[in-house]
């Protein structure tokens, strides 16, 4: 992976205030379609489990569409073994990140806790491709801090839906503002998207930068340029 690449499209996202719990609704959705889910979308399938028997039909279908022969011994079982994939890809759909961030512990720590190289996995919703990479995150603690594998967890759970790379940092940006009640929490997700890289515009080395500050590290400068050094400041390149 080309560390460089890429590594100067910072974007940092407008602050939103809004957001609460796990009813993140997507913001700024890529297209001007306006074709993302809408909190009422995610509310209406959010008690459901993956429908497994539905999407091998579909990919049957598909199989179908392309001009394969499902019925030959080697797609035979693809269905279903994609369906299993996708119930296991998807599953963040139905699970509740904010939980991981409940059980937490009173310290007076009030230095920068950083998690660095966090990889990750997602599906990017334009393409259903994955997109995959390392989420760094940052937080200045207020009386407040958790396990640093729940960072993992709650990474893992929003990386397991149909995502974009942008709504994906600041959902795990306004998760620890809210759970945490941190005094800045800063997100970085560096990925490369195989929609870029084996289709489209075929750029394999390129990688996506994105960033999501929150409170101090949003106002402070200084604050600000310490965390992305500890983030950034030691890599050999
Ligand atoms: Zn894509």
């Known amino acids: 992976m080309n560390r460089d690449a890429g590594?100067?499209?910072?974007?940092?996202?407008?602050?939103?205030?809004?957001?609460?719990?796990d009813e993140n609704p997507p913001q700024g959705d890529?297209?001007?379609?306006?074709?993302?889910?809408?909190?009422?979308?995610?509310?209406?399938?959010?008690?459901?489990?993956?429908?497994?028997?539905?999407?091998?039909?579909?990919?049957?279908e598909i199989l179908i569409a392309i001009g394969e022969d499902p019925d030959r011994e080697g797609l035979r079982e693809t269905p279903g073994r994609v369906a299993r994939m996708y119930a296991e890809l998807f599953s963040g759909l139905h699970e509740d990140p904010a939980?991981?961030?409940?059980?937490?512990?009173?310290?007076?720590?009030?230095?920068?806790?950083?998690?660095?190289?966090?990889?990750?996995?997602?599906?990017?919703?334009?393409?259903?491709?994955?997109?995959?990479?390392?989420?760094?995150?940052?937080?200045?603690p207020n009386g407040r801090v958790v396990g640093l594998s729940k960072l993992a967890r709650v990474v893992d759970v929003v990386a397991r839906r149909p995502q974009v790379q942008e709504r994906m940092t600041e959902t795990i940006a306004d998760l620890l503002v809210t759970h945490l009640e941190?005094?800045?929490?800063?997100v970085v997700l560096e990925a490369i998207h195989t929609c870029m890289s084996i289709r489209g515009v075929k750029k394999p080395e390129s990688i996506c930068v994105t960033s999501a500050m929150r409170g101090v590290f949003r106002s402070n400068l200084s604050t600000r340029a310490e965390v992305l050094s500890l983030i950034f400041g030691n890599r050999g390149g």
């Open 182 to 186: 941190a005094k800045g929490v800063a």
């Open 30 to 60: 890529q297209g001007a379609s306006g074709d993302g889910w809408s909190t009422r979308a995610y509310k209406a399938i959010k008690p459901h489990t993956v429908d497994q028997a539905r999407i091998a039909r579909a990919v049957r």
């Open 99 to 140: 939980i991981q961030l409940q059980k937490f512990f009173s310290e007076s720590y009030d230095e920068i806790v950083l998690v660095r190289d966090i990889t990750f996995c997602s599906m990017c919703e334009h393409h259903l491709l994955p997109f995959m990479g390392k989420a760094h995150i940052a937080y200045l």
């Open 7 to 21: 590594r100067f499209q910072y974007r940092d996202s407008e602050a939103t205030t809004h957001l609460g719990e």
